[in-house]
């Protein structure tokens, strides 16, 4: 991979660290599916979620019984 390509990404990854850092949970599996521009967030291993919120921006909160274990973002190129 060219050096300005992987310098770019550095400095996306940059740009995330505070945030991620910040969330309660110490793993997150990410998945994003370009063709449907949807980002799929797991905070524990990706599992079937028993009940979910549709929240009015367009995220999905995916849950296992009462804990928050996946968040779904539609349109996540447009954020």
Do not use: C
């Not at 550095?10 to 995330?16: A, F, K, Q, T, Y």
């Not at 028993?50 to 996540?76: C, F, H, P, Q, W």
Request: proline share 3%; net charge negative; aromatic share 6%.
């Amino acid at each position: 991979m060219e050096t300005a390509k992987i310098n770019n990404i550095l400095s996306e990854v940059n740009g995330l660290v505070s945030h991620l850092i910040k969330l309660p949970e110490t793993k997150i599996w990410t998945d994003y599916d370009k063709e449907a521009d949807v980002l799929y967030i797991s905070f524990n291993r990706p599992q079937k979620a028993t009940d979910s919120e549709m929240l009015d921006n367009g995220v999905l909160l995916r849950y296992k019984d009462k804990d928050l274990v996946g968040i779904t973002i539609l349109n996540a190129s447009k954020r």
